[in-house]
């Protein structure tokens, strides 16, 4: 929150080595407890789990990225499953080359999917999906391109609030309908499934799992520098100026176009780094990750953890998905009821996420940053318009 | 709103008696039944060998029963009791057991099994004789109707019989409708085996008629008639004939495509229109709109289930029932969470889609998550047939004229009404409409039940399209929320526009490419479009929508 | 054309001004739906000069600080800034950092930053993303914000978070930020709504001293702080310039006093 980074001691000891040491020791307890210590034991931690967590900091990381354009720049998105979808799909496709003959098909060169459609080659678009290298460019690449074509039209014609949100919402319902489709080559209904191996280890293996996991802490690390650089340099503030003030960065001298759109591609590109990190930790990729309902779910991991600060978006994300997994278990039906209330409650009564309620918590044991109290309970001065 | 209501139970209601016309049956028939009972008397006891001309007596008789009779006869099913020459009409159910009713009255009759009853024995040649008996008294009837029934059928797969008596009948056939359809029919048969003259001359009456079986017979005539000589003024008159018929097809087609379009057009605007007023003119994003449409469709069920017995009259029930259910709906979420949320649209969007999933869940909860059978009433059923080829299905009908009646009712209730007069300062400028004595918060909550209340209407409407499930209202919403920009926000009329442009194009779209891949490039053409113009098609311009 | 795509090579400095003139506004027309905001109006503002615009509601003031900022394109007429500079084909970034500065009627600032930043994001430099993610504040960069804090009165507040200050002090951070800038041409709207007699003082001395250095023009409905700043005014009235000329020529204009000192003149 910019009561933590608006002031220089604070700036010291910022939220980023906070949540790099958090994420490391948990990672280590987890890979230590995993590894060391036997079934049954206390201090053992599943593989169920693990693999569990992994997904949780995958949305952490989805959490993030929309936190950037919403949180900072004022955007709100409600298509950024679409970039995740994106990023999971490149590496679906990698997963899809990977299995070889393998499939129920034997064929050594298309996946099942396209023999059972009586395809004879590979469509242009798969070209080099079995590339290693090629794969981890087009995780960036294709989410990137997607939100550059789309943020480019949509803000150079100043399209913003709530029409760009609608606009958001439709682009991934188009998704959704076009990766429906068989014609389009991506496994129509049934996506990408039954992934053999990843760089050549087991899916199945618990060690690969974990070394899932381990890779996802670290991508949600990096990802957490790289968001807090650019919010903590002076772009990060022109970014919190549009949100602020648009009209007025522009008679600044900036073009908050071009800083939207570079944004939403950074955005967009992390969103699809954590698709593509999800996808082989849960087997499947499908175009129900196009739908809107899940791009509205991000959002509310954000909006419940705080927006506006980089950790709440990571306390949101795993907060409501450990929820949502308890709840789903005991009582499915009561989800939908709890997630509903969530977003009116959240709206209503927690403006500022739990990320705004710890930050009063910490300003009430330390009294000596009077100042930042009195910008916290400030309610009007950094809504988003 | 009351004018509203009356309004359209005024018309629904006279679509429903125009629907319901029955046809005045035909005078007296006492004497022709009491000569059928006799003939039919004769019946068991007649010889396989004098049953043909008792047969042509029992249809001379032209009563009422004569055609059932016929054809139970025809089928085998004609038996007569044993023990008392009863005629029955007999249907075995299992081995050696057969359910009766009485062959005149209809009246059903204790089962019996086999030995007790014996049947009237027909042969291959008596069955061909009653059906060209049965067609022929059909082209005989009374009943113009079914004459004009037997008439196409008779286009349709032509017999001999039958045309035997349609030439016969053709002079005299008083219905000026009729006797074109039957010298179609004759025309038909000299384009097989007439002389060139007679093949001409039945060309030039064939020709503008779009009846398949006459774009089949010019067709297969053409097909011989190029094999005899190549440019003959048959072969011309034929391929110029087959142009105009093809020619007038692709206008039709294009009417069709125009009809569907203007009926799913119909549906965008019936599911935007009340969008258009919470968005539009309130500028409150409301993302449970189409739950709002849900509520409404299951308003229809549950006066459904409630009044098995009224399903005529369910439609006109559910209307005001489920405008009153979606308008307090829409009126608690205002007063319980958006009035809080004044001024800040993204949180609005977030709080009721989060109500948008409540209601989903609750509609889970209650009804039960599978889809909910609601009736279509007999009148919303059948087609107004314009011509062979095109026709307009009535629920579509009614669901664009009753599209359009909501639409202008809502237009005259923001133009004419002292609430539209409220509605429209407050929009416009809420602090000075305060200071006129306007209670804005008032307004708000009304102007929202309205929207709502619409999206409840829509719903009813929805209820006999699609499936009525919890799903119902998230299907709508983005399209609502895509016309309602698409036209231009606050613009009541863009609405409509953009409704039905929509509509129509998807429509012309389908043919070539599929549902699927017409919807999606209806969507990626409007974010598009959307794009370069903001503010829609019709934008309201001037400094005050800055 | 002197402007590459990203403005850059535009900066004040190199404005011709040959003429000694800044502005040329030409048969400038604006319509909002039938209605007239502007109708061929024509104004010049020569380098360095205090103008003051002044006419009733409606006479088209904020719609031509709209139209030079590039915020409304005219239906036709020119505005040119300096020699060559054309404006009409420029949007609203690339004005400003060719040099015009623009306060808005309604105090807007960066609330959630902080006044030294508000103050940091208007300086004038290089304002391509590339620049601004990797951007160290060099020692006269915040030399010049200091400078600008001192002239605002602003130093003790200066890391507030800028949504805490007054309406004032807004108004203040607002000019800090334009001038932070450096522009060549300053369009003031309204600078001394709900100031108090002493903000308002300060205010007046503010914009003199900026004459000279800067153009500066001023749209002020306040009469006596007009009077005390004016050394020129123009009245707009129906979109068109009515009068111009010292503040004693305009009260002497019997149009003026006809169609807008009329029910005024009391005050004058």
Redesign the interface.
């Known amino acids: 929150m910019?009561t933590l980074l608006?002031?220089?001691v604070l700036k010291k000891l910022s939220s980023l080595h906070w949540v790099i040491a958090i994420l490391f020791a948990s990672t280590l307890y987890v890979t230590v407890c995993n590894l060391f210590f036997a079934e049954g034991t206390l201090l053992h931690v599943s593989d169920y789990t693990v693999s569990l967590l992994g997904k949780y900091l995958c949305y952490a990381l989805l959490a993030l990225a929309v936190d950037l354009v919403w949180g900072y720049c004022g955007i709100?998105s409600l298509g950024h499953g679409a970039f995740f979808a994106l990023g999971g799909y490149a590496m679906g496709m990698y997963l899809m080359r990977q299995i070889g003959d393998r499939g129920v098909y034997g064929n050594p060169e298309l996946p099942d999917f396209m023999v059972f459609l009586n395809w004879t080659e590979l469509p242009w678009y798969w070209a080099g999906s079995n590339n290693v290298l090629f794969m981890i460019v087009m995780v960036f690449v294709g989410p990137g391109l997607l939100a550059y074509l789309?943020g480019s039209?949509?803000f150079r014609?100043?399209?913003s609030?709530?029409?760009l949100?609608?606009?958001t919402?439709?682009?991934t319902?188009?998704l959704l309908?076009?990766f429906?489709?068989n014609e389009m080559g991506f496994g129509g209904n049934n996506g990408l499934t039954d992934f053999k191996e990843i760089f050549a280890y087991s899916l199945q293996s618990p060690d690969t799992k974990l070394a899932l996991f381990v890779a996802t802490a670290i991508a949600l690390a990096a990802g957490y520098a790289v968001s807090h650089f650019?919010m903590n340099?002076?772009?990060g503030?022109?970014i919190?100026?549009i949100?602020?003030?648009e009209?007025?960065?522009?008679?600044?001298?900036?073009?908050?176009a071009?800083?939207k759109v570079?944004i939403f591609v950074v955005s967009a590109m992390l969103a699809g780094l954590a698709g593509a990190l999800y996808v082989p930790q849960v087997g499947i990729i499908n175009p129900g990750e196009f739908s809107?309902?899940n791009s509205?779910e991000i959002?509310?991991w954000v909006?419940v953890g705080g927006r506006g600060t980089l950790y709440g978006a990571l306390i949101g994300a795993v907060v409501v998905s450990y929820a949502k997994t308890r709840f789903t278990a005991i009582m499915p039906?009561a989800w939908?009821?709890a997630?509903?209330?969530?977003?009116?409650l959240?709206?209503?009564l927690l403006?500022k996420g739990l990320a705004g309620l710890l930050d009063k918590l910490l300003n009430q044991i330390s009294p000596r940053q009077t100042?930042t109290t009195?910008?916290a309970e400030?309610p009007?001065?950094?809504?988003?318009k | 709103m009351l004018r509203l209501f009356s309004l359209l139970v005024f018309c629904l209601m006279s679509w429903h008696v125009a629907a319901d016309d029955h046809l005045a049956t035909a005078g007296n028939e006492q004497q022709a039944e009491t000569t059928l009972a006799s003939l039919l008397k004769q019946l068991p006891n007649t010889k396989l060998n004098k049953m043909a001309p008792l047969i042509k007596k029992i249809a001379a008789t032209s009563a009422p029963q004569v055609p059932a009779i016929l054809e139970t006869l025809q089928a085998g099913e004609l038996y007569y009791l044993k023990a008392n020459k009863q005629l029955v009409h007999a249907q075995r159910t299992q081995h050696k057991k057969y359910d009766l009713t009485d062959l005149l009255s209809n009246a059903p009759l204790p089962s019996v099994t086999s030995s007790a009853i014996k049947k009237v024995r027909t042969n291959n040649r008596i069955r061909r004789q009653i059906g060209d008996l049965l067609s022929n008294m059909e082209l005989n009837a009374k009943d113009p109707a079914i004459r004009l029934e037997a008439v196409k059928q008779l286009l349709d797969s032509p017999n001999k019989v039958g045309i035997k008596s349609v030439t016969l009948l053709h002079d005299n056939e008083p219905q000026s409708k009729i006797r074109e359809l039957m010298s179609v029919v004759l025309a038909v048969e000299q384009l097989k085996a007439g002389t060139e003259a007679e093949k001409l001359a039945a060309v030039s009456i064939l020709t503008g008629r779009l009846e398949p079986a006459v774009k089949n017979a010019l067709v297969k005539a053409l097909d011989n008639s190029t094999a005899l000589s190549d440019k003959s003024e048959l072969t011309r008159a034929l391929s110029h004939a087959i142009d105009k018929i093809e020619q007038q097809g692709d206008l039709y087609q294009i009417a069709d495509h125009l009809f569907f379009g203007l009926s799913l057009g119909s549906v965008l605007l019936l599911s935007a229109i009340g969008l258009a007023i919470t968005f539009g003119v309130m500028g409150v994003i409301n993302m449970a709109h189409g739950e709002m449409m849900m509520l409404g469709a299951y308003t229809t069920y549950v006066i459904q289930q409630t009044f098995p017995t009224l399903i005529e009259y369910s439609l006109l029930m559910a209307i005001p029932a489920a405008f009153v259910v979606s308008g307090l709906v829409g009126i608690i979420i205002e007063r319980g969470v958006i009035r809080f949320l004044k001024g800040r649209p993204l949180e609005t969007l977030l709080a009721t889609f989060g109500i948008s999933l409540i209601l989903q869940q609750l509609v889970r909860t209650i009804f039960s998550p599978l889809n909910r059978q609601v009736e279509a009433p007999q009148w919303m059923s059948g087609s107004l047939d314009i011509n062979p080829i095109f026709s307009l299905t009535y629920n579509r009908l009614y669901i664009i004229l009753f599209a359009l009646m909501v639409f202008f009712s809502l237009l005259m209730i923001l133009k004419k009404s002292s609430l539209g007069l409220h509605v429209r300062a407050v929009s416009q400028n809420r602090d000075m409409a305060r200071a006129l004595s306007i209670k804005s918060s008032w307004v708000d909550a009304i102007t929202f039940g309205l929207g709502s209340g619409i999206a409840g209407i829509a719903g009813v409407a929805l209820s006999q399209l699609t499936n009525v499930g919890p799903n119902l209202g998230q299907a709508y919403i983005i399209d609502s929320f895509l016309v309602v920009v698409f036209g231009g926000v606050g613009n009541l009329w863009g609405t409509l526009v953009a409704a039905m442009t929509l509509g129509t194009f998807n429509k012309f779209l389908e043919p070539s490419m599929g549902p699927v891949l017409a919807n999606i490039i209806v969507l990626v053409g409007l974010i598009l479009f959307i794009q370069k113009r903001p503010k829609g098609l019709f934008p309201q311009k001037g400094r005050a929508a800055e | 054309m002197i402007v590459d795509s990203k403005g850059a090579l535009l900066s004040s400095q190199d404005l011709n001004t040959k003429h000694g003139m800044i502005l040329y506004v030409e048969g400038v027309s604006v319509s909002f739906d039938g209605f007239k905001a502007l109708n061929d109006l024509n104004l010049y503002i020569k380098d360095g000069e205090l103008r003051c615009l002044i006419g009733a509601n409606g006479a088209g003031k904020t719609t031509l600080m709209d139209v030079i900022t590039g915020k409304t394109r005219p239906d036709k007429g020119k505005v040119n800034f300096g020699q060559q500079i054309d404006l009409l084909t420029l949007n609203e970034s690339e004005i400003a950092r060719a040099g015009i500065g623009r306060k808005f009627q309604k105090p807007t600032v960066f609330e959630a930053l902080s006044v030294f930043e508000n103050i940091e994001l208007s300086l004038s430099g290089d304002k391509g993303i590339y620049s601004t993610l990797f951007h160290k504040l060099s020692g006269a960069q915040k030399d010049k914000i200091e400078e600008v804090l001192y002239t605002i009165g602003l130093i003790a507040e200066r890391n507030y978070p800028a949504g805490r200050l007054s309406h004032g002090q807004k108004q203040w951070l607002e000019i800090g930020m334009l001038l932070a800038a450096e522009p060549r041409l300053l369009l003031v709207d309204e600078p001394v709504a709900g100031m108090t007699a002493q903000e308002t003082e300060r205010t007046a001395e503010l914009l003199t001293s900026l004459a000279g250095k800067h153009s500066v023009v001023v749209v002020e409905h306040d009469m006596a702080f007009v009077r005390s700043i004016a050394r020129k005014v123009t009245v707009l009235h129906e979109g068109s310039v009515l009068a111009e000329g010292s503040m004693d020529e305009i009260q002497e204009n019997r149009a003026v006093r006809e169609v807008y000192l009329g029910e005024e003149q009391a005050e004058l």
């Not at chain 1, 997630?339 to 009116?344: A, E, K, N, Y």
């Not at chain 1, 009007?380 to 988003?384: C, G, N, P, R, T």
């Open positions: 910019n608006n002031y220089p709100l789309f039209l949509a014609s100043r399209v609030g709530v029409y949100s609608i606009m919402q439709a682009m319902y188009a309908l076009s429906f489709r650019i340099s002076k772009m503030r022109v919190t100026a949100r602020d003030a009209d007025r960065v522009r008679f600044v001298g900036y073009q908050p071009h800083f570079w809107p309902l509205i959002v509310i909006a039906e939908l009821f997630l509903g209330g969530l977003f009116v959240s709206t209503l403006p100042e009195a910008n400030k009007a001065a950094v809504e988003v």
